[in-house]
């Protein structure tokens, strides 16, 4: 072979994207590099923003480092798994063992694994949109198809249960629900998630539920898990984690819980294959396992956070009021996570390359925002906002992003 034919990638990364980390990011850490300081809004970090990991999970991490050393269960340590099992059993999730429990360096590592283990090439999952754009990344590198049903702005921003069923097919094998919602901050009502349910069950799919943000509830709002409501013979494959409400992102701490008995045994096969991934890469990262069981059964700061007089509530407050003050820009209210999903009108705005948008905004306010196509949105108008930073913080990046608007056409 010739030294100079260029090395190139994989073409299995052809229709793979994550621009949550992407080419503007790049302009981002030029500016970075050149002493410029930017504002990033495009990731939910929250250590980035002050919000601490409880000292209790770092002081259990710690003491347990000297034995920690070597590899443990392929699906995870034993203690931690078993306070992942009684904590399904607080969510009222039934029949869960400590063996339906796996544990991953974080979700996103089981996302790749449960769509590795699931997926032939062609087969087809159900995906929202906008969604968080892992799930569609991860279904085409393992060969799938993601199929994006739409989500309903007008209505909060709960599924459009027909545009599911008309997009189901003889190769639809499962269905993504990310409940709260990521990016837009929906948290579904119950009767919701039944009806995705029902629709699954009718089809014989595999649901997957994405709770990372179950404890990060605003205005009274109540997340019930979508296992807690699925019939016995339904598969529900439930993944959560540790980097939001415990603020412990860095951990890379998750976790994957299969629910439903008939279901589990219709699936033999499929956890058979989760099982030899699980295995194939050893184990997960031991000594953030120990941090587990001390969170999920301790003090849960979290809800100093997010209800009155907390921290993320005031922002969430504000991010909320002053975007739906912009003219031209109209944003439904999160009721959950750690984001913010505004549209920006197109008669107003005339947006025909979103990337572009938040390029042009990078370059004159120094603000990183993520564009609402890189979430699988099929139009360009629309943004993500993360309401993680201190109130001031935001209240002057949404005073120069309503400043940069009232100027910025296309």
């Not at 030029?30 to 300081?37: H, K, P, S, V």
């Not at 996103?108 to 449960?114: T, V």
């Not at 033999?268 to 890469?281: K, V, Y």
Request: proline residues 6%; contains cysteine; aromatic residues 8%.
């Amino acid at each position: 072979m010739d030294t100079d034919t260029p090395i190139r990638k994989s073409h299995k990364l052809d229709n793979v994207c994550y621009d949550i980390r992407g080419p503007v990011l790049d302009h981002a850490k030029r500016l970075e590099d050149e002493g410029q300081r930017i504002l990033k809004l495009n990731i939910g970090n929250p250590a980035s923003f002050g919000f601490e990991a409880p000292e209790e999970i770092l002081q259990d991490v710690m003491r347990n480092l000297p034995t920690a050393q070597g590899y443990c269960d392929s699906k995870g340590l034993y203690s931690a798994r078993k306070a992942i099992m009684q904590e399904c059993q607080r969510k009222n999730i039934p029949d869960v063992s400590v063996e339906d429990v796996f544990v991953g360096n974080g979700v996103s590592e089981l996302i790749a694994m449960a769509m590795q283990a699931l997926l032939d090439d062609g087969d087809e999952v159900l995906i929202p949109a906008p969604d968080y754009p892992l799930w569609t990344a991860s279904a085409n590198l393992s060969g799938g198809r993601p199929v994006h049903y739409l989500c309903d702005e007008q209505a909060d921003w709960a599924p459009d249960l027909n545009d599911v069923r008309d997009k189901i097919t003889a190769r639809t094998k499962a269905i993504v629900i990310i409940n709260p919602n990521n990016p837009t901050g929906a948290v579904y009502p119950p009767e919701m998630v039944k009806e995705l349910l029902a629709i699954a069950r009718r089809h014989g799919l595999v649901v997957f539920s994405d709770e990372i943000y179950d404890k990060i509830l605003y205005d009274d709002a109540e997340h019930v898990s979508t296992g807690a409501l699925a019939d016995d013979d339904q598969l529900v494959v439930t993944l959560n984690g540790l980097s939001k409400s415990y603020r412990c992102a860095g951990f890379r701490s998750g976790w994957m819980i299969l629910s439903g008995n008939r279901g589990k045994q219709r699936a033999d096969d499929f956890i058979q294959g989760l099982n030899m991934l699980a295995s194939m890469r050893l184990c997960a990262n031991v000594p953030a396992q120990h941090a587990i069981q001390t969170a999920l059964g301790g003090y849960q700061s979290i809800n100093d956070l997010v209800l009155p007089g907390g921290r993320l509530l005031a922002q969430r407050d504000i991010t909320y009021d002053k975007l739906n003050a912009i003219p031209g820009v109209s944003c439904v209210k999160p009721k959950g996570a750690l984001y913010a999903f505004p549209r920006l009108d197109p008669e107003v705005f005339n947006i025909q390359d979103d990337q572009k948008l938040v390029l042009d905004l990078l370059l004159q306010e120094k603000i990183l925002l993520v564009q609402g196509t890189a979430f699988n949105w099929p139009s360009p108008d629309h943004v993500r906002i993360v309401t993680l930073p201190w109130a001031d913080q935001l209240d002057d990046a949404l005073d120069r992003f309503a400043n940069f608007l009232s100027r910025y056409r296309q």
